[in-house]
């Protein structure tokens, strides 16, 4: 890429939107047949983060057509009672999909939780069902959003992947695995080397800088620098962080694990944040959302 020139951006607002709209034709062809897909979020105490994050989802679905509650449970609540009102939900045909919002209260474990929502309507994709589904490539499980929606990114965007060198920095359960499981598939817009770092990871910079894409969901603001980026390869910044920010009227603001500004000179293609990654994350949710309906309702 000529020198001077800015990246390609990749626009997960107008990406997203796209999805939004197939899965808007899914619900309405569901409708004809008087099926309408029904979510149910639930979110325990007030993280402020989770609070913003399922009035999104929430509010995308009702959107779309599909019918959306949202449960708000008090922050003592015990594991016991979470896991009785999920095991309702389960058994309620009512019900397609079933979302707990992380992070749950310290006392409470989100494994047990996670494996408790029966995995066909788990539009998470984090019952280890699904979780073992995803790793052995069986397209009938659920695929977590995050990761789908960055593999979504690639594709609608045309960014290969066959034989790529993609670095993934960070290893949580959410992103960083779930996504190596993605994009390590013999499989179509897959067949990806894949290298994972993380905290105790050597050489950082040495690995990204071989990279034709980095994937970056490490939980560290700003932290994937112009120096370690490959000229011309793609960056996908997955991180949430929160900063202090004097000039904010909060005192704080968001920003990435990329730092944009600076690397955005060096990529060939990079996603912004905000608008990059979140609002596939709501997208592919929906899409699973209306997957859990079609199967629940034999089609
Ligand atoms: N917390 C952060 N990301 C997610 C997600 O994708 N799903 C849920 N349920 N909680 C989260």
């Known amino acids: 890429m000529p020198i001077g020139m800015s990246a390609l951006l990749l626009d997960g607002r107008v990406l997203g939107s796209a999805i939004l709209d197939e899965t808007r034709i899914k619900v309405e062809t569901l409708a004809q047949r008087g099926i309408q897909p029904?979510?149910?979020?639930?979110r325990v105490g007030e993280d402020p983060a989770s609070v913003v994050y399922?009035?999104?989802?929430?509010?995308?679905?009702?959107?779309?057509?599909?019918?959306?509650?949202?449960?708000?449970?008090?922050?003592?609540?015990s594991q016991e009672e979470l896991v009785t009102t999920i095991q309702k939900l389960n058994s309620d045909p009512s019900v397609h999909g079933i979302l707990v919002q992380a992070p749950l209260p310290k006392p409470i474990s989100e494994q047990v939780i996670f494996s408790t929502v029966d995995p066909c309507k788990d539009v998470d994709g984090f019952h280890p069902v699904n979780v073992g589904k995803l790793m052995l490539g069986d397209p009938t499980g659920f695929r977590p959003c995050t990761p789908a929606g960055v593999h979504e990114i690639l594709i609608r965007s045309n960014i290969p992947t066959a034989g790529a060198e993609v670095v993934i920095l960070g290893r949580g359960n959410i992103v960083g695995k779930p996504m190596a499981s993605i994009l390590v598939q013999k499989a179509p817009h897959c067949d990806a080397t894949i290298t994972m770092l993380h905290s105790r990871s050597r050489d950082i910079r040495a690995?990204?800088?071989?990279?034709?894409?980095?994937?970056?969901?490490?939980g560290s603001a700003n932290f994937l620098k112009a120096d370690m980026v490959?000229?011309?390869?793609?960056?996908?910044?997955?991180?949430v962080n929160r900063v202090p920010d004097a000039s904010s009227p909060k005192g704080s603001k968001l920003v990435g694990d990329v730092d944009f500004d600076a690397v955005k000179e060096i990529a060939g293609a990079i996603t912004p944040n905000p608008g990059g990654v979140g609002p596939m994350t709501i997208a592919m949710l929906m899409s699973n959302t209306v997957k859990a309906c079609e199967i629940a309702a034999g089609s």
């Open 54 to 77: 399922v009035r999104m989802k929430d509010q995308t679905a009702a959107k779309l057509g599909i019918r959306a509650t949202t449960l708000v449970l008090d922050k003592n609540i």
């Open 207 to 218: 690995h990204c800088l071989q990279a034709d894409i980095i994937i970056a969901a490490m």
């Open 230 to 239: 490959k000229p011309g390869a793609t960056v996908i910044d997955v991180g």
């Open 38 to 42: 029904s979510v149910v979020f639930i």
